[in-house]
């Protein structure tokens, strides 16, 4: 018997047994896979730090391959990896170094192919790469790479060049390079690199937070809307820098938030707090957290302006306003006990914190009291109607006059017997003999007699609170005497002066006797006083007796003067008089004779007929009216007739409320 072991395909052929001279043949036949290289391995040439990559391709698919370097079986790792692609198989050597030059050998089923691997010099390149790195905060970080040659790098973090500094060592050993970071916080985390120029290696340096504790945490506040709250928190570390938030919200420092660092004392000051900021605080600092509850209460209701009174004319609409500290959760208008709304009789309004109610045209049946009542409390006020809205139906109208004309304003009121204050120039006016004042039903008239340049001014009627205006112009008019001559009677051998006033001071007059001019001699005088003209007899004489006349050319004025050779005696003397302000003062005496002219005078200066003086010779009875008397009129008052004489003395007292005119 012959055995062949492990069969080859070279063991394919005949084989012969001869015994005893005879022989006997058999073929050997050998099946299976007739395994070949279609694709030997070659020889690889490259550079340091590149791949080297080997590639042989069998006859047959799934056939294991085992890889040698320099007859070592290779077993893969980072940097050596295989392929299998159907009938091809690849080796790949990544990152080559000179040390990698050797010979490489693949053998499948028992056949080899073997080829060189040669590695020439490189570039430089990072042999050792960098590694992420993760470190808690102010821990010291050591970044640190190798590469292929002793050459200069440059790091980098986040694209930015890094410089030595305080914080940070870049150091060079050899082949080694590494960056130190001390103290490392959130802010060093990121992404750094280490860059030789041809090559570059990166890593990711993550940083955890420290494990803080709260040595003291905060407590809850409450406080009024408006109030400041203050919450403390401390904490195990004096370096950590801490975050509040309010409702979820992050709270910076501004007008009404204050937040102080002190070491390991964290402080938060909330001043006017509002109600809408009731909510939980929370404050983080690294791995430490607490929380506490802010509540902000409202203040309590108040009234900035609260109601008052009001009084309306009926028909008037009233409004009655306030203004509260702060919008209320509820509140209501009361009339009385009545809940009050908007309808056609009253109106609410509401503008922030001001409230309104408005009672259209009020009605007397509408006074009460009314209440505006907000949560729990209230406040009121009364409604009043007054029962005359006066107005003027025909106000006083602008009049324009002549001098020695009548001027007259009326005006028409909505209402009769109401009181009237009428005003020239804002002087109050009282009646006098120029001066008349008239009331028929609603109409009340006002009338200046004689009017002069002097009367022109503002008239003002004042009835109830309510004025009307008007304006009085007086024109100039002809040259007339607003003085006339008074007949005079005398006694013989006494001075007669016969006096009389014009319109205007530059005016020529002539003066006449019986109707003859009289012309000026030793004992006859003509005098010129501003408008005031006079005549001046000075030894009076039976033969001076007549009418005597002055004449402007305009107008004329006589007066009769007598003399007389009697004994003129005063039956009833002249009485002191006392008087307020603007009231009228009147001196009464009695003589002897009828047809005496007399002279008065009032603190040694005569008085003659005017606006606010009337002489009156009723046969043996002389009086005087003082109107509208001023303090500055009290004196002694003097009459004379002939030889007749008798004084007394006006006394005024004061008043503030008006002032006398004319």
Aim: hydrophobic share 35%; with cysteine; proline share 2%.
């Amino acid at each position: 018997m012959l055995v062949i072991n492990c069969c080859e395909f070279d063991d394919e052929d005949e084989y012969t047994i001869e015994v005893l001279g005879k022989t006997s043949t058999a073929r050997l036949t050998v099946e299976g896979i007739r395994l070949r290289f279609v694709s030997p391995l070659k020889d690889q040439t490259v550079k340091e730090g590149t791949t080297a990559r080997f590639e042989l391709e069998l006859s047959h698919e799934n056939i294991p391959v085992t890889w040698y370097k320099n007859d070592v079986k290779i077993h893969l790792s980072r940097t050596v990896v295989t392929h299998v692609d159907g009938k091809k198989h690849i080796l790949e050597i990544k990152d080559v170094t000179l040390d990698d030059i050797c010979q490489i050998k693949a053998e499948a089923k028992g056949i080899p192919s073997m080829a060189n691997l040669t590695v020439i010099e490189g570039d430089p390149y990072f042999t050792v790469k960098l590694q992420d790195y993760t470190a808690v905060e102010k821990d010291e970080v050591v970044l640190d790479c190798e590469l292929s040659k002793d050459v200069d790098v440059m790091w980098y973090y986040n694209e930015a060049e890094i410089k030595a500094s305080k914080m940070v060592a870049i150091k060079a050993e050899g082949k080694r390079r590494t960056l130190i970071i001390k103290k490392v916080g959130d802010k060093d985390k990121g992404q750094y690199v280490c860059d030789c120029g041809t090559d570059k290696t990166t890593a990711e340096l993550h940083i955890e937070a420290r494990h803080i504790k709260v040595v003291r945490p905060m407590y809850g506040a409450e406080v009024l809307d408006g109030d400041t709250a203050r919450f403390e928190v401390e904490l195990s570390e004096d370096d950590v820098h801490g975050q509040w938030r309010l409702n979820g919200e992050v709270l910076s420092p501004s007008a009404d938030i204050e937040i102080v660092e002190d070491g390991a004392k964290h402080t938060l000051v909330l001043y006017n707090c509002k109600v809408p900021q009731t909510g939980e605080l929370v404050f983080a600092a690294a791995n430490a957290k607490c929380s506490a509850n802010l509540k902000v209460k409202e203040l309590p209701v108040s009234f900035v302006t609260p109601l008052a009174d009001v009084q309306v004319y009926e028909k008037d609409d009233a409004k009655f306003e306030l203004e509260i500290s702060r919008e209320p959760k509820s509140f209501r208008w009361l009339k009385g006990t009545q809940e009050l709304s908007s309808d056609d009789k009253f109106e609410t309004q509401v503008d922030g914190k001001r409230h309104t109610l408005v009672v259209k045209s009020a009605r007397y049946e509408d006074e009460a009291k009314y209440m505006f009542e907000a949560e729990d409390k209230r406040t009121s006020g009364k409604l009043i109607i007054k029962g005359i809205r006066l107005e003027f139906i025909k106000p006083i109208k602008d009049v324009t006059v002549k001098e020695r004309e009548t001027a007259e304003f009326s005006v028409e009121l909505s209402h009769d017997k109401i009181p009237v204050v009428w005003y020239r120039n804002e002087v109050r006016l009282h009646p006098s003999k120029l001066v008349h004042m008239s009331e028929a039903g609603r109409v009340h008239t006002l009338a200046f007699k004689e009017v002069t340049i002097d009367d022109t001014s503002m008239i003002k009627v004042e009835a109830m609170g309510k004025t009307s205006e008007a304006m009085l112009t007086v024109l100039e008019g002809d040259l007339y005497f607003t003085v006339k001559l008074q007949n005079y009677t005398a006694v013989e051998k006494d001075e007669v002066i016969l006096s009389c006033e014009l319109s205007k001071a530059a005016a020529e007059v002539k003066w006449f006797k019986d109707g003859d001019e009289i012309f000026s001699s030793k004992n006859v005088l003509f005098q010129s006083d501003g408008r005031k003209r006079m005549l001046v007899i000075k030894k009076a004489a039976k033969r001076d007796r007549g009418a005597y006349t002055c004449d402007c050319g305009t107008d004329k004025t006589t007066a009769d003067l007598n003399i007389e050779e009697r004994n003129i005696k005063v039956v009833r003397p002249l009485y002191s008089v006392e008087v307020t302000e603007t009231e009228t003062a009147t001196f009464e005496t009695q003589i002897s004779e009828e047809d005496i002219h007399a002279t008065w005078k009032l603190k040694g200066e005569p008085l003659h007929p005017s606006a606010d003086v009337e002489i009156k010779e009723e046969g043996v009875r002389h009086t005087l009216t003082l109107f509208n008397c001023r303090k500055d009129m009290a004196g002694s008052v003097d009459f004379s007739a002939a030889n007749a004489k008798s004084s007394a003395h006006l006394r005024v007292k004061g008043d503030k409320r008006s002032q006398t005119l004319r």
